[in-house]
């Protein structure tokens, strides 16, 4: 039953429900202790729970116990980022490419971290390999976009250069900045995250600027004890364009739930979390959120076309 306790695991996880997920990998270990998936899988989920310590042992045992060492390396590196262990990180990532030196994400991983350590120069040579092999990967085109700022600011040239639009390839929507702005919070890197939603709203068309844009930058705001700014980006995210928003990584959820822990009246919060957790399969929690973001006066067609769905489908009724 081990891999159907780690599939469930990965479900669960993937709702955003981690406590239940970490149930679920414990019975997997307890059952097989030298599975080496499970404890890939174990240590993901107490990364995402920040719960380090736990995490570097388990990627640790998932090599020691014969799992693929490269993607174990690299969500080692990547911790070492988030810790702000950058030479440690540089070492951890090094070893992962030794495994597969064609990753170009675990080489835009490695220009993080040696730009983070001010070593932009090697940085730029990192990058440059990453791009080689992958040119649209967004993560690395806005590590490389990245690279060149520090470059710049290091140099003091003139006010007027600017790098090169990083998202220039890519249509012009929401999306692609949110999923390099979940990378950089992943890694700790919350400057480049602000960067990267910043560049969203001076580039991107006011209708394509999403509420979960604004509660990322609220979120990043009290991380950085900046509650006066994360207020006002809260206010924007209530007022903002929420047709069509669809919320589909973890870190939309989890910076989502964390609006509503500030401000628990945004309707359009608690109408997207709903949609998340919906998608994933938790029904009763999704269609809570809804009834909660209706209770609030939101009456909007598609909100009341799901809560329909929900009673009909779900509850029978």
């Not at 040696?114 to 730029?124: K, N, P």
């Not at 999403?210 to 009290?222: K, M």
């Not at 989502?256 to 359009?268: F, G, S």
Request: glycine share 6%.
């Amino acid at each position: 039953y081990v891999p159907a306790l780690v599939k469930l695991a990965w479900q669960q996880f993937c709702s955003g429900d981690s406590r239940t997920a970490e149930g679920f990998v414990a019975r997997a270990l307890g059952r097989d202790g030298v599975n080496p998936e499970t404890h890939y899988a174990a240590g993901v989920i107490y990364r995402a729970a920040h719960r380090w310590s736990l995490a570097q042992d388990a990627f640790w045992a998932a090599i020691h116990y014969g799992g693929a060492p490269a993607p174990a390396y690299a969500q080692l590196g990547e911790i070492a980022i988030r810790l702000q262990r950058y030479d440690q990180a540089t070492t951890l990532l090094y070893q992962a490419l030794s495994y597969n030196p064609y990753d170009a994400m675990t080489l835009t991983d490695l220009a993080a971290a040696q730009r983070l350590a001010g070593h932009t120069g090697e940085a730029a040579r990192t990058m440059a390999q990453a791009l080689a092999r992958m040119p649209l990967l967004p993560y690395a085109r806005a590590e490389q976009w990245r690279i060149e700022s520090a470059a710049e600011k290091t140099a003091s040239k003139s006010a007027g250069h600017t790098p090169e639009d990083w998202a220039k390839p890519y249509p012009a929507a929401a999306d692609t900045y949110l999923e390099v702005a979940a990378w950089y919070r992943t890694l700790g890197d919350v400057a480049s995250s602000d960067a990267v939603l910043h560049s969203a709203l001076s580039r991107l068309p006011g209708q394509s600027i999403t509420p979960v844009v604004y509660y990322y930058l609220a979120a990043n705001a009290r991380e950085a004890g900046k509650d006066d700014q994360a207020d006002e980006y809260a206010r924007q995210g209530e007022a903002a364009p929420y047709t069509r928003v669809f919320p589909n990584r973890q870190e939309d959820a989890w910076v989502i739930d964390e609006e509503l822990r500030d401000h628990p009246l945004d309707a359009h919060a608690l109408y997207l979390l709903g949609n998340y957790l919906f998608a994933h399969g938790r029904y009763d929690d999704g269609a809570r959120y809804w009834s909660d973001a209706f209770g609030q006066g939101f009456e909007y067609s598609v909100l009341m076309r799901n809560l329909g769905l929900y009673a009909w489908r779900v509850k029978n009724d």
